[in-house]
Nanobody, 131 residues
Framework: QVQLVETGGGSVQTGGSLRLSCVVSGLSFSDYSVAWFRQVGVGLRTEREP???????????NYADSVKGRFTISRDNSKNTLYLEMNDLKSEDTSTYFC?????????????????????WGQGTQVTVSP
């Protein structure tokens, strides 16, 4: 059974920092591209926007423009864990953050661009940034 479990969310003030972790089990972690998404929208009009992605065969991450220079995605294959270091947090970063994993690199690339979806998801962790 595949499980992705996020931790590290919480409430911080503007300018603060948080580090999210995602422990993955039930799959060969090093063979998977991994990513962080966050929920945007209200009510029935919610969707998950990509925040950062790290393809399994690359050391070069991609970031959403809104988080470039502030967030850092990393992975520790020895611990089957994905991280998201978030610095200089802003109120617009308030959201539920999800980690995701996908074995097919092309599917992961397409999902990053809004086509299709990663195959495995965590349950989400809430990040709240207040003034």
């Amino acid at each position: 059974q595949v499980q992705l479990v996020e931790t590290g969310g919480g409430s911080v003030q503007t300018g603060g920092s948080l580090r999210l972790s995602c422990v993955v089990s039930g799959l060969s972690f090093s063979d998977y591209s991994v990513a962080w998404f966050r929920q945007v929208g209200v009510g029935l009009r919610t969707e998950r926007e990509p925040v950062a992605v790290l393809y399994h065969d690359s050391s070069y991450p991609n970031y959403a423009d809104s988080v470039k220079g502030r967030f850092t995605i990393s992975r520790d294959n020895s611990k089957n864990t994905l991280y998201l270091e978030m610095n200089d947090l802003k109120s617009e970063d308030t959201s539920t953050y999800f980690c995701a994993a996908e074995r097919d690199r092309m599917v992961a690339i397409q999902a990053w661009h809004g086509i299709g979806s990663f195959g495995y998801w965590g349950q989400g962790t809430q990040v709240t940034v207040s003034p």
